[in-house]
């Protein structure tokens, strides 16, 4: 047995700095030792960001919790001290985040944080078994890293498909010597919503696990529906609408979403029914208001933390500049509309008119949305399902944007590209990294290795017929040679994507698909520093 083997057998019993060490040990001939999450390259990468010295110390338990989503709509799920979104955690950039964790979750279920779209220390990435073990019932883990980049973050758990529950709240990190000028903020949190409504997270992706492979289509199984390429919405064609249900393994489909098409995503929209469509924790019967006064200018943060969906955001009456992708500044562009994928964040600023504007986020190919409203005067609110015209208007999509001139990489041709294939299908629901599904339980096996000081491009390859919002943790990269800088990028069907970073953070990092299911279904593969 190699030492990568032991490693994911005793890693389950260890803390993060007894599983750092182990993964740093190798047998003769066996795989290249891996930076270790708690090793010393990891802390020499954190003293380089300084900091300012400042502490912001934060308790959040996770716990079952029955929570309001307006309108009568009351459902049982799990969240940070009982609310969703959790209450934000904002602090200024080079503070350092002091973030207790307390698992009150049921049974044995065990959990943890990641701070999405920040470039931390590794061993407090939240991503059980790779950087920690994951903390369980009862139990306790604190979170100590320095913030340096500011921008438009969130956190979440990385254990199964918990994402889709309530567990989920924005992380702002502020400029201390903030460029733009603007009167107020606004975050804005996108999500769809199925838990404690009309089933699980869980009864969701065990039904999708099922696959399409015994769907009852007319006769016509089998026909052009082998492999992942089935047809060119990755799906079945004819489906009569959204809603529809279909049969799978000869039982009805509770969550299998059939027909959501969608031209912005490149076809098929996605795979889960959702009840509900929220914004900042409300249902569209009964939104959350802004108020604020005509001619002020605000600073909406924008952050896709569903699941399932894109979100095509547009506010009625107004066009939307784009100042901000994923924490970073780029060019500044006008828009009627913006897509914006799982994980992905945009700010926005818009100066705003006298009325009642609704905010609409638009459930991309799924018929439905998400609804806010902005209230500056008088006047009477708009329907739930208003559709404002700025949604068919020119939508922004991070290819159309390009990043600042101070946060451009600096020329160079890469060191080493890797072929980053994304394969599998909705027939058995096998979506995977380079054809091979990720093993949670020995996360060192068929890893991307990479070396500290280096300039990396990673060629995403989508031979499959979904598009895949791609995210790679502790990092940000490039979109191509002067897009803007990211964390999180949507893939296209049948599409390549290239993206560039910097290697300048050791240690093992997660790369993988945020559409939840996706990604818990194989859709990943761990980026590791050789040591």
């Known amino acids: 047995m190699n030492s990568i083997n032991r490693r994911s057998i005793l890693l389950a019993g260890l803390g993060a700095a007894g599983a750092g060490a182990l993964a740093a040990c190798t047998d003769s001939g066996s795989a290249p030792a891996l930076v270790s999450p708690s090793g010393s390259a990891v802390s020499a990468a954190e003293k380089r960001r300084g900091g300012t010295g400042r502490q912001h110390k934060t308790a959040l338990t996770a716990a079952p919790a029955r929570v309001d989503l307006g309108g009568g709509v009351k459902a049982n799920t799990w969240a940070f001290d009982g609310r969703t979104p959790g209450k934000e955690i904002r602090l200024s950039a080079g503070d350092t985040l002091v973030a207790e964790l307390a698992n009150q979750l049921p049974g044995k279920t065990t959990t943890s944080i990641h701070w999405h779209g920040i470039a931390l220390r590794n061993d407090m990435d939240g991503m059980p078994p790779a950087t920690q073990a994951a903390v369980r019932p009862g139990s306790t883990f604190t979170y100590r890293f320095v913030a340096d980049a500011p921008g438009t973050y969130f956190f979440h758990p990385h254990v199964g498909v918990q994402l889709d529950r309530g567990l989920y709240a924005p992380l702002i990190v502020e400029d201390p010597r903030e460029p733009l000028a603007y009167d107020d903020e606004w975050v804005v949190v996108l999500d769809d919503w199925v838990d404690g409504v009309t089933g699980t997270p869980d009864e969701v992706f065990a039904e999708l696990r099922q696959g399409m492979g015994g769907m009852d289509m007319g006769g016509n199984s089998g026909s052009g529906m082998e492999g992942h390429d089935m047809h060119s919405t990755g799906k079945a064609s004819g489906d009569p609408s959204p809603s529809a249900s279909a049969t799978s393994g000869g039982m009805p489909s509770t969550f299998m979403l059939m027909g959501a098409e ?263 593969t761990n980026v590791a520093y050789q040591a």
């Open 262 to 524: 969608s031209d912005l995503l490149g076809g098929d929209a996605g795979d889960v029914k959702y009840p509900y469509h929220l914004v900042n924790g409300r249902v569209p019967d009964d939104p959350e208001v802004y108020t604020g006064k005509p001619g002020r200018k605000v600073r909406l943060r924008i952050i896709n933390a569903g699941s399932d969906t894109a979100y095509r955001v547009a506010l009625s009456g107004h066009k939307m500049t784009v100042t901000h992708t994923d924490g970073f500044p780029v060019r500044h562009q006008r828009t009627d509309a913006l897509l914006i994928g799982m994980g992905e964040r945009y700010d926005v600023l818009v100066t705003l008119a006298d009325g009642v504007f609704p905010l609409v986020a638009l459930a991309e190919g799924k018929n439905t949305s998400g609804l806010a409203l902005v209230r500056t005067g008088s006047g009477r609110a708009p329907s739930a399902a208003v559709r404002p015209r700025e949604l068919n208007g020119t939508v922004v999509t991070a290819s159309r944007l390009r990043a600042a001139d101070d946060v451009q990489l600096e020329s160079a041709t890469a060191d080493v590209t890797h072929r980053i294939e994304l394969t599998g299908g909705m027939m058995h629901y096998n979506w995977a990294i380079n054809g091979k599904p990720f093993d949670m339980a020995d996360p060192d096996a068929n890893v991307i290795l990479v070396e500290e000081g280096r300039r990396v491009r990673l060629d995403f390859v989508n031979t499959t017929t979904m598009w895949h919002p791609m995210h790679l943790h502790g990092h940000t990269f490039q979109l191509d040679r002067s897009g803007p800088r990211k964390d999180t990028a949507i893939v296209l069907p049948k599409k390549k994507l290239s993206v560039s970073f910097d290697t300048d953070n050791p240690g093992q990092w997660m790369l993988h698909c945020h559409n939840a299911y996706h990604g818990e279904a194989g859709m990943m």
